[in-house]
């Protein structure tokens, strides 16, 4: 057995079953184990950002990490915007970038490059393997290291040798080390707060206090206490519909935030950082959070959070309570493309159990109010704000929650970071619906141009000018093996978004609005 193939048999025994990946010459070996070794799916993507962003996705919806395939330090490079937005959604992701047999490396070949360092930034742990007999006992602490709380991203740099070379070794699972739980302090401080009572305090939720478990428990604090309940401003992935509690998020737009969070005395963390405006603004404030309010920490990121909101609601003596009642679901959305009309449509249809993968950017900051009442779904954000997250995301949510259809309502500048994403759709036949919102601009940076106070010329203007020429969104999609069609109504809009949920495999609506 080689390196490579005791890698593969130890990714499978370790339970990570998919591999998204984008091959080259120092990866042969490892592409030939993953043909010889029976069990692992691999999934070609077409760019390293859409290989990163699939990962991503894939292990919000699975709860378990997929590896990657990537070539050496260049590969990675290119996937590296899509490995930090995985890091700020606490996403686990075997990351295994090829690179130079390790004897070779001194030659300073083309391709080599500072591969570890560019891991560096975006990984918990990183290790470069050094002989194939030990790259299956590396294997193993990577996904460990990977799945441990809150979810990390571990890199493998796998040096062409280590995969050639006979000897390789088959490693076992490594235990998961659980949670760690909320200090007994933690919970008592949060009960003192929330036992004093009054307005102004607020529990503000994120990580798995989002799941439908963390929101019920949440429930039933705010109900017995009336603390307010919020969520971060972007979430790896959120419980949403019928029969979950509608949380608002903190809003992106520094002065909409403020009064969001104007009146906060108490902030209790549960599971959230607290949160910072995305950027400096000049004269702005940096945080939402009102500088008078007193900050509570009921559990860390990567703490067990449901288990502290558990443990808080029983001191509480909180009683349980039904589960809400949301309302009736949407009525779709009539006439114009608005925000409101095109939310109210994506509310009306969804099916039960839909997975939307969020970027939408300006366009979709009102989507929440009108999807509250919609089937029960899940909700995955960008979390790093790194854009061309959305179309792998959604890819790779589609291979993790299979049997679920998974919208990605997708704003068309970012999508054009990683609009290759398409052709692994059609390739993969997955159940993707891309609502692909045209504005044909950089819509929020004309905003952020008046946030710093600029005032825009010519020049400046065109950089936010996505038309000129105008792209074919339906027929960039066919050229990729992907159905698409376009519409400026909301009726239009009802119509191919029913029509792509009866289909199976992916479908693009494009919305000029
Ligand atoms: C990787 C990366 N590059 C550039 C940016 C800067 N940026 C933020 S939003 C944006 C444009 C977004 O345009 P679009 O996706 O069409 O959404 P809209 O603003 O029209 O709602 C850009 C270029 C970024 N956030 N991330």
Redesign the pocket.
């Known amino acids: 057995m080689n390196g490579a193939e005791s890698l593969v048999h130890t990714l499978l025994k370790s339970g990570v079953n998919v591999c998204f990946a984008n091959p080259g010459t120092s990866e042969m070996h490892y592409v030939a184990a993953l043909d010889r070794v029976p069990g692992m799916r691999c999934v070609l993507g077409l760019f390293e950002g859409v290989v990163t962003g699939a990962a991503d996705g894939y292990a919000r919806m699975a709860g378990k990490p997929a590896a990657t395939l990537l070539h050496c330090g260049p590969g990675l490079a290119n996937g590296l915007?899509n490995l930090h937005n995985a890091r700020r959604a606490n996403t686990p992701v075997v990351n295994i970038p090829g690179d130079q047999a390790t004897y070779h490396r001194p030659l300073d070949a083309p391709l080599t490059a500072d591969t570890e360092g560019w891991a560096r930034g975006v990984s918990a742990w990183v290790r470069t393997a050094t002989s194939s007999a030990t790259v299956g006992a590396d294997a193993a602490v990577a996904v460990q290291m990977a799945r441990t709380s809150p979810g990390q991203i571990a890199t493998l740099i796998l040096p062409s040798d280590t995969s050639w070379d006979e000897g390789g070794v088959v490693a076992d699972p490594l235990p998961v080390p659980a949670a760690p739980a909320s200090s007994p302090n933690q919970i008592e401080e949060a009960a003192a707060v929330l036992h004093r009572g009054g307005t102004g305090v607020v529990l503000l939720l994120s990580g798995a206090g989002l799941s439908e478990e963390g929101l019920a428990l949440a429930h039933r604090i705010a109900m017995h206490t009336g603390c307010r309940l919020m969520a971060g401003g972007s979430n790896a992935r959120t419980a949403r519909g019928q029969g979950r509690i509608p949380v608002d998020r903190v809003p992106y737009v520094v002065d909409v935030a403020v009064k969001a969070m104007a009146g906060t005395k108490q902030l209790i963390l549960a599971g959230a950082k607290k949160p910072v405006t995305f950027f400096a603004y000049p004269g702005k404030v940096q945080t939402a959070v009102p500088p008078d309010a007193d900050l509570h920490v009921l559990a860390r990121p990567e703490q067990d959070v449901v288990d502290a909101l558990a443990r808080l609601a029983d001191m509480l003596g909180a009683p349980k309570v039904a589960k809400p009642d949301n309302g009736p679901r949407p009525e779709p959305g009539r006439g114009a493309l608005t925000s409101e009309a095109v939310a109210a449509t994506l509310g009306a249809l969804m099916p039960e159990g839909a997975v939307i993968a969020d970027?939408?950017?300006?366009?979709?900051r009102g989507f929440f109010p009108l999807t509250k009442a919609a089937a029960s779904h899940d909700w995955l954000n960008v979390t790093g704000?790194?854009?061309?997250g959305g179309p792998p995301m959604a890819t790779g949510a589609a291979i993790g929650a299979p049997g679920r259809r998974v919208i990605n309502m997708q704003?068309?500048?970012?999508?054009m970071?990683t609009v290759q994403a398409l052709w692994t759709q059609a390739r993969e036949k997955l159940d993707v619906t891309t609502v692909l919102?045209s504005?044909r601009?950089?819509?929020?940076?004309?905003g952020e141009l008046a946030n710093v106070g600029a005032n825009p010329g010519r020049t400046a203007l065109d950089m936010?000018d996505?038309g000129n020429p105008d792209i074919d969104w339906p027929k960039l999609a066919q050229s990729m093996g992907v159905e698409g069609a376009r519409t400026d109504t909301a009726e239009g809009f009802a119509d191919l978004l029913a029509y792509s949920l009866k289909r199976s495999g992916p479908f693009l609506i494009e919305l000029l609005i």
């Not at 601009?441 to 004309?446: A, E, F, R």
């Open positions: 915007a970027e939408s950017v300006s366009f979709g704000g790194a854009i061309g704003a068309d500048g970012s999508a970071y919102l504005n601009k950089y819509q929020i940076l004309l936010m996505l």
